[in-house]
């Protein structure tokens, strides 16, 4: 199935950009989904860095107004890009994408590394992925389990598949169990490549995942478009991606380069409850925005 050939969604309920300060005139994009700290307030986790350069850090922001400001005493993770959060048990997981690193294969890899912790300030490193693998999410099920979702690329892999697996808790999410993790076959054509970003347990046990379905064009342009699916649990079959927006859902704006133009990376979804959810993410690779929709997991259920 070709990428234009993909069910879309539709029926959008607004759009904008977030407004980021204290960045000194740095982009932020590649944001996760906004989390709630103890105190109710709304933090966002961003990739910091400047429109020349690749080089990034996670920075977190608090809403302030129309204006997210950045926490001046929360930790920052210098050298990740593409933060993810999740919740495991009364733990706050946070991921992101080292980059540079040397591997086997190439002096300018990556490597996605995991930090834990009841507060921002007690986030502390525990597990790093497999050399050159983007894209591994984490979600707790409700019998303490957690749900793996990873993305090989070369062999096995191509240029990104989803691989899958539960594991019982942490302790089993070793690098190997994520090399070997079996994948998702079928849900896109060789010449493209998908990715998780965020998974969400549904109501009905379900397992949804917002992500991305790519591909290049003939000039070497990317096209990134955010997508959902669904798996069963109980046998690891998985529904095909249904792509539910688009670059020209969002506003207008710069592009970190001409070929980056057309390119939306998921970051999160907050589902409201009452049909509709905002769908939070990278626009360009240089800023953040949102769209306001119908709940795209609602299909699943």
Known sequence: MQLHDLPRGGGFHGSGKFQFAGTHGQ??????????LGDGQRIIAGRVESRETELSAIHFFAESGNIWQKLADAPVFHGLQDPCITRIG????????????????????????????????ELEWFLTGPDDMKDIRLAALDDGRI??????????????QIGFFIAAGLAEITVE??????????????????????????????????????????????????????????????????????????????SKRPDLMDVIFSGGLERHGDGTA???AGISDTEAGWIHMPDPFQRFL
């Open 27 to 36: 982009d932020v994009y590649n944001i996760a989904a906004p989390f709630q």
């Open 90 to 121: 009364e733990l706050m997981v946070l991921g992101g994408v080292r980059f540079p690193v040397a591997t086997a294969s190439r002096t300018d890899g990556w490597r996605m590394e995991f930090y834990r912790g009841r507060t921002l300030d």
């Open 147 to 160: 749900a793996v979702l990873t993305r090989p690329q070369g062999d096995p892999g191509g240029l990104g």
């Open 177 to 254: 169990a994520i090399a070997n993790a079996p994948l998702l076959h079928g849900q896109c054509l060789a010449e493209e490549w998908v990715g998780a970003n965020e998974a969400h347990l549904l109501e009905n046990g379900l397992l949804g995942v917002l992500g991305h379905i790519a591909c290049f064009d003939a000039s070497g342009g990317r096209h990134y478009f955010p997508m959902v699916f669904a798996i069963d649990l109980s046998t690891g079959a998985a529904t095909q991606p249904e792509i539910i927006a688009c670059r020209a859902d969002f506003p207008d704006g710069p």
């Open 278 to 280: 905002s769908l939070y």
